[in-house]
């Protein structure tokens, strides 16, 4: 496996995702990597790995550590990227909604210090949390509704994409 302590390009980490494609303990050795505050570069790249990983490897292997990877993304001391974090979330599929998360996710998806990319994530995220529920939906579609209209294309498509889910 590519080491994760030195700067990678997107195909090394495309390259060491698919290597560890059914590798347990190799997907739980990188989720270890990642929580290392110690080491922002091995933390980054390891999160960076783990968000490339199949949607089937990360239900199989990281769903068990949802709890912690929700704990991770609404941390305030995150040393990496938070949509990393988001997008593994983003992929993985929960039958209940995370209180915390969700809380979060509306909180946040406006915040100016919130790159476009994580805002994106976050309003991905509130809207598949709040559709089987019509009052969070009608919460989200306001928070949505106040956003600025000259958002960013990522964010604008978030937006548009998230009020087809919430509104179907």
């Known amino acids: 496996m590519t080491p994760l302590d030195i700067r990678l390009s997107k195909a090394q980490v495309m390259t060491t995702a698919n290597k560890l494609h059914h590798d347990e303990c190799g997907i739980e050795a990188v989720f270890t990597a990642m929580k290392q505050a110690d080491n922002p570069r091995v933390a ?5 790995v783990l968000s490339h990983l199949s949607k089937e490897d990360k239900r199989i292997y990281l769903l068990p550590h949802y709890g912690e990877l929700v704990d991770m993304a609404i941390s ?8 990393l974090i988001l997008a593994i979330l983003a992929d993985l599929p929960t039958n209940e909604p995370n209180g915390k998360l969700l809380d979060f996710c509306l909180t946040h998806l406006t915040d100016s210090k919130e790159s476009d990319s994580t805002c994106s994530v976050m309003i991905k995220l509130a809207a ?6 019509s009052e969070l939906c009608k919460e989200l579609t306001l928070c949505l509704n106040m956003m600025p209209q000259d958002s960013s294309p990522s964010i604008a498509a978030a937006k548009r994409n998230a009020l087809k889910i919430i509104q179907a």
């Open 44 to 48: 980054y790249n390891a999160a960076w």
């Open 76 to 83: 305030t001391e995150l040393c990496f990227r938070r949509g």
């Open 128 to 133: 598949r949390m709040c559709k089987p529920y």
